[in-house]
């Protein structure tokens, strides 16, 4: 029954409830309607992410090999420098399990060399007689743990008075495993670094230009036009060429990283800058002006987030691009230098066709080059869609 109207001029009763307010209180859901609408944005970008098969893969393939660089002395069998001169050149070993039809565990045979005369090769053969079981979380070659401390623990060892070459060894003898992974902790740290500054530098120099137009947009996209209008590899080696010869091996990596990051933002301060120019537009940023925000803080709160999953995907292809820079430097000699060991300083070793004919085990540094390379490319595709889950 309906309460009667209150006489005129009488004051409104007002009802409010006491109950607290739940803010993910639903009706007519289901349960799992409810676990989707009540998710936050990140775990919607995770399951989005987790639908793709690659790029989970690609992500678990390279967080083991960023793991990886942190503990490289401990991972490889030998020391990063030192050299077996009695097995120059040797091929890769094949580790077995069984040796007459009985399981001995990974092993693998003792070698003999003999030097073939009429072409001045050295050719091994496995002595089968010679079992070499291998040794797990063992003391070996010594080493500097990062520089900093001594140690001779690795995950794997040869047998005592034995030798165990995975990857066969190069012209000094130094085992191409040990040095690969040690590559590693080089190669993938430079495009971490280099994209740092790339990004730096694209999102602020591009950020301003879209935002604010004018003549300093126009100067900003001729400077780009410049440097891009020069060919990439004369350009690299012309940096390169640059740098003192007395340098340190360390100031020469931090010059080279330097060198790719800055040559690398003007596609990204592009991009940006044509993202800005539609985004600026919209009314939360006239709202954001009208509230006093600075232009730092509306390019960095308001519209750089708007496009997060295009720069996702310029870092995951940038990277990669910063590997094969490095690569393409250091094959060319004017990249790193040793003592520093990188992968295209691995490569270096197999210039020659020749070398290539005897040795191919030399160039199996290409190999993590081609899969980190893939990896990324996989990582970014998966990253651009998962960045927007509602699609």
Known sequence: MNSPLPPPGAPLTHYVSTAPFDPYSVEAMTAGQAKVYQASQLRLMWWKFKKHRVALVSGIF?????????????????????????????????????????????FVYGRTMQLDMDTLRRIYTDNTADVQRLRFFCSGDPYK???????DFHLVCPAEGGQFFALGTDRLGRDVLSRIIYGARISLTIGLIGIAVSFTLGIVIGGLAGYHGGY??????????????????????????IMPVSWSPILVYLGITVILGLLD???????????LLALREEDYVLAAQLMGARSSRIIGRHLVPGFMSHLIASATISIPGMILGETALSFLGLGLRPPITSWGILLTEARSVSVIAFYPWLLYPMIPVILVILAFNFLGDGLRDAADPYK
């Open 62 to 106: 390279l967080l083991a090999l960023y793991l990886m660089i942190v503990v490289a002395e401990f991972l490889a069998p030998y020391n990063l420098h030192t050299r077996n001169m009695d097995f120059i050149h040797a091929p890769p070993q094949r580790v077995r399990l069984f040796h007459d039809g009985q399981l001995v565990g990974p």
């Open 145 to 151: 743990f990062w520089g900093l401390w001594e140690a």
């Open 216 to 241: 300093l947009d126009l100067m900003v996209q001729r400077v780009i036009e410049v440097l891009q209008s020069i060919p990439s590899i004369p350009l690299w080696m012309a940096l390169a060429a």
């Open 265 to 275: 933002w003007t596609g990204l301060a592009r991009a940006v800058r044509s993202k």
